[in-house]
């Protein structure tokens, strides 16, 4: 079989493969609004996040 892979380097190859760079952004994107959720949750910084929106 193959290496062990993570997700992300998954998506890495995936972009340097098919060249397609034009969804690095919209990764990008999705990475940040999950940590912005996960630290919405159970955080102090929870009030600035949800005055964001």
């Known amino acids: 079989m ?4 993570t997700m992300l ?4 190859e995936f972009l ?3 060249k397609a760079w034009w969804l690095a952004p919209i990764l990008i994107l999705l990475i940040i609004v999950g940590a912005l959720i996960i630290f ?5 910084l929870s009030p600035f996040i949800y ?3």
């Open 51 to 53: 005055a964001l929106f």
């Open 2 to 5: 193959g290496k062990n892979r």
């Open 40 to 44: 919405g949750q159970s955080s102090a």
């Open 16 to 18: 340097k493969v098919r």
């Open 9 to 12: 380097g998954e998506a890495w």
